[in-house]
C-alpha cells in the first residue's frame, strides 16, 4: 500500500479519529487526507496527536460539495476513499430527518461520482494508476432493523431500517453496491455494532451514564431497558476496518461485531460498578441514579452480529474483552469530565 493518499471523511468523528492515528502508524508511507465538516459531532483536539505528521492533511468541508471533492480528489491525487463521514444519532434523526438525508445519500453519492470520475475512463476501465483503488463505505448494523430474542445479522441478512437514520445509512449501502455492479468500481462495505471506547461524542448512552453518574443527576435510559445491543471496542473495529481495506474481496461486505450483546440497563449497571471502586460516592452507589425514561420511537429491540466471514475470511478477532474495554472508556471520560 505504499505511497497511497488516502481521503478519509468524517475523520474528526468518533470512530474516524480513533482510525487516522491507528492508520498512521501502521501504514508509514501512506497519506491522509481528512474531509470533516466538524458538525456538532466532529473534534479536532481528538487529532492532537497526528496534526504534525507530515503525511497527514486536514481539509474542512461538507461531503456534498461537488466541487470541493471534486477538487480534492484532483489536487490530491486521491488513491483510495475509507468513508466514515454520517449523521449518525438516531434520536437527532428522528427530531430532524433531512440532514441525514442530505448528509448519508447525497454525500455519499457525491463522493462515489468524484471516485468514478477520478479513477476510472469508463466503466470497468480503470485509469493508469488507479487500478487498485478501493472506496470503503463505513455503515451500521441498524440497516438490518430489529432482531427478537434470538438469532444474528450477517451479511445475507435482508435490510429492514427502522429509523431515518438507518434507512438513510441502508440508502448509502445501496449507492455503494450500485457503483460496483454497474461502473466496476472496487467498492466494499463494512457494517458494524455499536462502537464503544473513547473519543466518542457526549450524546451517546456510555458517555452519557458516566457523565450524569459523576454530576450526581438521574440516568436516563428508554423504557424498560432491556433493549440489546452488541458491543464493539472502537479499537477492534479499527483492526476491522483496516484489514477489510487492506484484504477484503472487491464488491464484498464484511459485518463487525463485538460478541458482546448486553442490555442497556446492563450497561448502565456495569459503569455504575466501575464507578463505584475507583470513584466512590460519599453516600450510597451510582445505580441508584438510574431512572427510566419515555421509550425512543421505533427503538429496535436488539442488534447482534455474527461476524463469521470476516473472521474466517480476513482473520479478524476483537483483541478487548467488554471488561477490560469498559475500563479503559471510563477511566477516558472521567478525565475528561473531571477536567471539564
Known amino acids: 500500500m505504499s505511497n497511497r493518499t488516502i481521503l478519509i471523511t468524517g475523520g474528526a468523528g468518533f470512530i474516524g479519529s480513533n482510525f487516522i492515528p491507528f492508520f498512521l502508524e501502521k501504514h508509514d508511507t501512506v497519506s491522509v487526507v481528512n474531509l470533516d465538516k466538524l458538525t456538532y459531532a466532529g473534534n479536532l483536539g481528538h487529532l492532537e496527536e497526528v496534526k504534525n505528521n507530515e503525511r497527514y492533511k486536514f481539509v474542512q468541508g461538507d461531503i456534498c460539495d461537488a466541487d470541493l471533492v471534486r477538487a480534492i480528489f484532483k ?70 432493523g430489529s ?14 431500517p427502522n429509523s431515518p437514520y438507518s434507512a438513510s445509512k441502508a440508502s448509502s449501502d445501496f449507492l455503494v453496491r450500485s457503483y460496483f455492479h454497474t461502473y466496476g468500481l472496487n467498492v466494499i462495505t463494512t457494517n458494524c455494532s455499536n462502537n464503544y471506547g473513547p473519543k466518542q461524542h457526549d450524546e451517546k448512552l456510555i458517555p452519557t451514564i458516566i457523565r450524569k453518574a459523576l454530576k450526581g443527576e438521574e440516568i436516563p435510559i428508554y423504557g424498560d431497558g432491556k433493549n440489546v445491543r452488541d458491543w464493539l471496542y472502537v479499537q477492534d ?8 481495506f487492506s484484504k477484503g474481496k472487491i464488491g464484498e461486505t464484511y459485518v463487525i461485531g463485538g460478541n458482546n450483546e448486553h442490555s442497556n440497563i446492563f450497561i448502565a449497571q456495569k459503569i455504575c460498578t466501575i464507578l463505584d471502586e475507583v470513584y466512590p460516592k460519599k453516600t450510597g452507589n451510582y445505580s441508584e441514579q438510574i ?8 427503538h429496535d429491540f436488539r442488534y447482534a ?6 473472521k474466517t475470511k480476513l482473520g479478524w478477532q476483537s483483541k478487548w474483552n467488554f471488561d477490560s474495554g469498559l475500563r479503559e472508556t471510563v477511566s477516558w471520560y472521567m478525565n475528561k469530565y473531571q477536567q471539564g
Open 147 to 160: 432482531l427478537g430474542e434470538s438469532g444474528f445479522f450477517d451479511e445475507n441478512t435482508a435490510y429492514a
Open 305 to 310: 452480529i455474527d461476524a463469521t466471514k470476516i
Open 237 to 244: 473495529h479499527c483492526l476491522g476496518i483496516d484489514l477489510a
Open 291 to 298: 431512572t427510566f425514561v419515555r421509550d425512543r420511537l421505533g
Open 75 to 144: 489536487n490530491e491525487q486521491i488513491s483510495d476513499v475509507i468513508h466514515f463521514a454520517a449523521e449518525s444519532h438516531v434520536d437527532n434523526s428522528i427530531e430532524g430527518p433531512e440532514t441525514f438525508i442530505k448528509t448519508n445519500i447525497n454525500g455519499t453519492f457525491t463522493l462515489l461520482e468524484g471516485a468514478r470520475e477520478h479513477w476510472l475512463d469508463n466503466s470497468n476501465s480503470a485509469k493508469k494508476g488507479f487500478e487498485a483503488s478501493r472506496f470503503h463505505h463505513i455503515s451500521t448494523d441498524e440497516v438490518f
